[in-house]
């Protein structure tokens, strides 16, 4: 399906409020390019403390941003709540490339709309579980018999 | 005289999602997922993970390095196809980004770009007419 991202909407409500409403808890994503309002991506350099193989750091501002293409998985969280994980590459506010972890809930769409192609995954869902191996929540697909 | 314009006709198929997890290849676990599935060609609808290191080739041959961990994965397009011999290959390009956020681009070399975290990925089955 094509999904519509509403202006002025954050990027985590534009892609989960719509896409909930049509009971798709699981899905892949592209998203195309587009301008956003405020940017919010992070990076994942090696954890300084040992205890995983990679920390997140503190969100990277970027300003008005053209995403110039982005992937997204929507799955549950471990709350059970939808959960967006997007990367993508961006243009910052300053004419720079970069790219990284999007940190969707810190993304807010641009004056006009952005579009999303979605795969919605019928079959089974993806959930948001705890892997011991790298010590850092990962999405994995289970079948699920009653999945909507 | 200008080379024929070859066109390969078909239809889509099977969707697969899966997850590769740590250490295992980027090019080697998608060729091993369209294994498992059956399916023999693909196309690559997206993915989103990271990489320990990525290994990009250039156009001289030789090899663009990409120090993590991790380096994420922003952009992943390309193909599966079966050989003459029943096996499949995989052929990929994207983007990356590393741990400062810089991006880089090109093909990944196959046994090269090893997963660290996670890497979810989307695959649909391409059936060729005839």
Request: glycine content about 12%; proline content about 7%; some cysteine.
């Amino acid at each position: 399906m094509r999904l519509q991202l509403q202006p002025g909407a954050n990027l985590y409500e534009s892609i989960a409020v719509p896409l909930a409403a049509c009971g798709i808890k699981s899905a892949s994503m592209t998203l195309l390019g587009g301008y956003y309002r405020e940017f919010n991506f992070v990076v994942a350099p090696p954890d300084p403390e040992g205890g995983a193989v990679i920390a997140f750091g503190p969100p990277i501002p970027t300003g008005h941003s053209y995403m110039v293409f982005g992937n997204a998985t929507l799955g549950t969280s471990t709350e059970g709540a939808p959960l967006v994980h997007c990367h993508a590459t961006i243009r910052t506010e300053r004419g720079e490339l970069r790219g990284g972890h999007v940190l969707p809930d810190l993304c807010t769409v641009g004056d006009a709309p952005i579009f999303a192609h979605v795969t919605s995954h019928e079959t089974f869902a993806v959930h948001q579980v705890f892997d011991k191996e790298t010590n850092f929540p990962a999405l994995q697909p289970y079948e699920e018999k009653n999945h909507e | 005289m200008s080379e024929p314009i070859l066109i390969e006709t078909g239809s889509t198929g099977r969707v697969a999602y899966a997850r590769i997890g740590p250490n295992e290849d980027l090019v080697l676990g998608i060729e091993k997922i369209c294994l498992a599935r059956g399916f023999k060609n693909a196309f690559v609808r997206g993915a989103v993970g990271s990489l320990t290191d990525a290994c990009l080739g250039t156009p001289d041959g030789k090899y663009l390095h990409v120090t993590g961990p991790a380096v994420e994965l922003t952009n992943l397009t390309g193909e599966v196809r079966a050989t003459d011999d029943g096996a499949v290959r995989a052929v990929l390009s994207g983007v990356v980004a590393d741990t400062d956020g810089e991006v880089y681009g090109g093909p990944f070399i196959a046994g090269a770009n090893p997963v660290c975290v996670t890497l979810e990925v989307t695959l649909e089955e391409w059936l060729p007419t005839g």
